[in-house]
């Protein structure tokens, strides 16, 4: 497994190569929804902070939902 260093903390990646591609594109798609979309401002800010968190936990391939619910899209002892 791999470790991610974030603030100092370590965590083991949770997130497998093909859930981070969702959550990237997910994350894309949903700040040109949030920038372009006519959307009220609460609504706006929603959608912003959900691609924020899809576009983070993507890329740092860790997610602590996944963490608490014990799930891992990893894989088991691959690397990288």
Do not use: H
Not at 66 to 75: D, K, P, Q, R, S
């Amino acid at each position: 497994m791999t470790e991610t260093l974030l603030g100092g903390a370590a965590m083991q990646c949770n997130v497998g190569r093909i859930d981070q591609a969702i959550r990237i594109i997910i994350g894309v798609v949903l700040l040109l929804v949030g920038f372009l979309a006519p959307l009220g401002f609460i609504w706006q800010v929603v959608v912003l902070i959900l691609a924020a968190i899809a576009l983070i936990t993507g890329i740092v391939r860790f997610c602590p939902l996944w963490a608490v619910l014990g799930i891992n899209t990893c894989g088991q002892g691959k690397s990288g």
